[in-house]
């Protein structure tokens, strides 16, 4: 039925994906990425079942190989455990544990008092596991809710993606701020920019990397932020043919092979948390002003 769905959507979304013009607006005051680098890059994986967390280790080995880290979201009440010896294992390797929701069944914003009654049990994890990054399974957000939790940033948005089942998307591609009340605090947004793997491999079955591709370098023109969002779950780490819910995992040794070979040297490449925490401090420099993206799609 998505299949369906997104095919529909799709023919009447050319204008606005996976390409959106109007998200290249740059922010007030912008002075550019650290080091004079053209774009940053940055790597994140939903990690939904334990089919997923069972490949991160190939996952994380690949990424290694080519000198790129990346953060791992991980649902900390889903169908497999996060065991501390895996966490360690990966902030030592210089990757970054962050929490995605707290279980991937989609409830997490039935009302308000359910989401606040899930922030207390949230905040625990993001402590227990010196997380400091959230993202919500499907994508679902109420930038405002999102305040309850103890983060420095939030990664539930996308500049432009029609096909989410809350589709729309803040239409920027760089990290915004979401002041919390008067007193200056807050936390750092930062929206998905290329499209999801299993938006283009599952959905809409390519068999290429081109849409990753062209996205890319357009946000490299922009100089903008390209982020991936993609999940082990449906990587195929071996020879066998993928089944219908999976794709090679060479597509993305593939990508970033083409990132390395054609953008070495000027892409500023950082875990999200470091993005974040250079964002937060471009905040606090600027006097008197707060960003905000496009209500749109918010």
């Not at 959106?20 to 007030?28: D, L, N």
């Not at 190939?58 to 009440?77: I, N, Q």
């Not at 930038?143 to 990664?155: K, V």
Request: hydrophobic share 35%; with cysteine; proline share 6%.
């Amino acid at each position: 039925m998505r299949r369906i769905q997104i095919s529909v959507r799709q023919k009447s979304n050319k204008q606005a994906w996976p390409i959106s013009p109007k998200a290249a607006r740059t922010p007030k005051n912008w002075a550019g990425w650290p080091d004079q680098k053209r774009f940053a890059f940055i790597l994140t994986h939903d990690v939904e079942s334990g089919k997923g967390y069972e490949k991160c280790e190939s996952l994380v080995a690949l990424e290694e190989k080519l000198s790129f880290r990346s953060g791992l979201f991980f649902v900390p009440e889903g169908n497999y455990r996060v065991c501390p010896e895996m966490r360690r294992n990966l902030t030592t390797r210089g990757f970054e544990v962050c929490i995605h929701g707290l279980k991937h069944d989609g409830k997490l914003y039935a009302s308000k008092k359910l989401f606040e009654k899930h922030a207390i049990r949230i905040n625990r994890y993001l402590k227990e596991w010196n997380s400091v990054g959230f993202r919500s399974p499907f994508m679902e957000h109420d930038l405002d809710w999102l305040h309850a939790l103890n983060i420095e940033y939030d990664c539930s948005t996308f500049d432009t993606d029609p096909f989410e089942p809350q589709p729309g998307g803040v239409d920027i591609i760089f990290p915004f701020w979401l002041p919390r009340g008067k007193n200056n605090s807050g936390y750092v947004e930062m929206p998905y920019t290329l499209a999801q793997d299993w938006t283009l491999f599952v959905l809409m079955r390519e068999r290429t990397i081109d849409l990753w591709k062209k996205k890319l370098d357009w946000i490299a023109e922009q100089g903008g932020m390209a982020l991936m969002l993609t999940h082990p779950d449906y990587m195929s780490f071996n020879s066998k043919q993928p089944k219908f819910d999976g794709y090679p995992a060479e597509y993305y040794e593939d990508f970033l092979n083409y990132v390395k070979s054609k953008y070495e040297g000027q892409y500023w490449h950082v875990l999200p948390k470091e993005i974040a925490r250079f964002w937060a401090k471009r905040q606090t420099s600027i006097s008197g002003h707060r960003e905000s993206p496009s209500n749109e799609g918010v």
